[in-house]
């Protein structure tokens, strides 16, 4: 099955976040991050399950330095919701999916 999740670069970040007319949610990720591993299937449920009313973006850090820099990333992983082109909340570390949803429902 194909993904939900949309993959995202300093090139496209514009366009695919910024540019959205649904809130997108951006998760800031390394490969070598075992909590950012661990959080990939839940992000993968909630780009499903919301489909139509939440995008889900992943935003490598080790590949988009200068973006993940412009993002301010203290700690991976990190969400940030964008509603509007303009930061909405952000979720540092690992959550479990009912904790994200809390978070993020009332932006939704």
Sequence with gaps: MASSVVIATQTTFKTEVLQSTQPVLV???????????MLAPILEQLATEQKGKLKVVKVNSDENMSLA???????LPTLILFKHGK????LVGLMSKPQILSRLTPYL
Excluded: G, K, Y
Excluded at 27 to 37: G, M, T
Excluded at 69 to 75: A, N, Q, V, Y
Excluded at 87 to 90: C, L, Q, S, V
């Design 27 to 37: 998760d800031v990720w390394a490969a070598w991050c075992n909590p950012c591993r």
């Design 69 to 75: 820099m412009e993002l301010e990333i203290m700690s």
């Design 87 to 90: 930061e909405a909340t952000r």
